[in-house]
């Protein structure tokens, strides 16, 4: 039961042959097919539910269909994005591609095997700004090291199939009223029968390949709503937040004493310190503490500090530097791309 496809599952009767009929089609590279008839947006559903739930159909972006009144079918035109010569190659290549990637990891465990994923993606990938056609699949992020969020999740998707990881691709509303333009696309994983939302596009926009962020890693529904929207269709309840990482590497911190002990030692080591804070809500309160404390620790050394927050999931980063910074405060938007400038 569990071997078929999450989507699929979810589906009608009817919107499952029409499923089966596009991924025959699409896996046959047919130039035009005919699927049962669906209601005018089904059809459209259905062709990104199987996109979602099969990131290897990466070559077929698009499609268009037409049909005659009184026919039960409707006759699918997918729009290819290479000829099928080129497209074979693609296929060979992207195959070798996972396969390498996979095998360091073939034998760690379920966490270690996504940490390795997640890793891979924020020091490899780069956040297509251009939204070129082929970063939302596969072959941008696998192929050329770029993608978009959608590209991101699939390539994710890809990557945990190929370890026998459990994992969907979420997909979450645009909301202009708050500057989110776009639809965002992560990836919900099941570790030990309890489920995580992970969002490698968010942590690539907060970090870079020398410094990799984890705010996004194995969250809990609580946790990832802070600022994501709400989703297209329904995943399932992730409930459990005791893998955050910075919980289990003892980077999580409820009380200022333990802020400003840390914050010594990262003087002392000429290190930044990266820390989630969980003593209550991050009020204005607590983040004018938080300065003061990093202010006063950074003077014993003839320092500054530098701090960045990312406020809605409460992580603060502090660096410890020789200039007076220009801004002592930046706030961070985890997002690349997805919000409007």
Request: net charge positive.
């Amino acid at each position: 039961r569990n071997m078929e496809p999450y989507y699929y599952q979810t589906l009608s009767k009817a919107e499952q042959s029409s499923y089966q009929a596009m991924q025959a089609g699409l896996q046959a590279f047919a130039p035009s097919f005919p699927v049962p008839l669906l209601e005018n947006r089904a059809l459209t559903d259905v062709f990104m539910k199987l996109r979602l739930d099969c990131p290897q159909l990466f070559y077929a972006g698009t499609f268009q269909y037409r049909y005659y009144p009184d026919s039960r079918n409707a006759e699918l035109i997918p729009a290819y994005l290479f000829e099928k010569g080129k497209l074979k190659e693609h296929q060979k290549a992207l195959q070798a591609r996972v396969e390498k990637l996979v095998r360091p990891v073939a034998r760690c465990s379920d966490e270690e095997k996504l940490l390795y994923i997640h890793d891979f993606i924020c020091k490899n990938v780069r956040y297509d700004k251009l939204k070129k056609q082929y970063s939302h699949e596969i072959i941008g992020v696998l192929g050329h090291g770029v993608g978009v969020c959608e590209g991101i999740a699939k390539a994710v998707k890809i990557l945990c199939d190929a370890l026998q990881i459990w994992c969907i691709i979420a997909l979450a509303e645009n909301n202009p009223e708050r500057g989110v333009k776009y639809r965002h696309a992560w990836n919900v994983v099941r570790l030990d029968k309890k489920y995580y939302h992970l969002d490698c596009t968010f942590d690539l926009s907060l970090g870079n390949p020398e410094e990799i962020r984890y705010d996004y890693f194995l969250l809990s529904d609580k946790q990832i709503f802070r600022d994501h929207e709400r989703l297209v269709w329904r995943v399932p309840a992730c409930e459990d937040a005791d893998r955050f990482y910075y919980k289990k590497k003892k980077l999580s911190f409820t009380k200022t004493e333990e802020v400003q002990k840390r914050a010594a030692q990262a003087v002392k080591k000429g290190k930044p310190l990266l820390f989630h804070w969980r003593g209550g809500y991050m009020t204005r309160e607590i983040v004018q503490e938080f300065l003061r404390i990093f202010k006063e620790e950074a003077a014993k050394k003839e320092k500054f500090a530098q701090v960045s927050l990312n406020w809605a999931q409460a992580i603060v980063k502090v660096r410890f530097i020789e200039q007076l910074p220009t801004q002592e405060l930046t706030m961070e938007e985890a997002n690349e791309g997805e919000k409007e400038e």
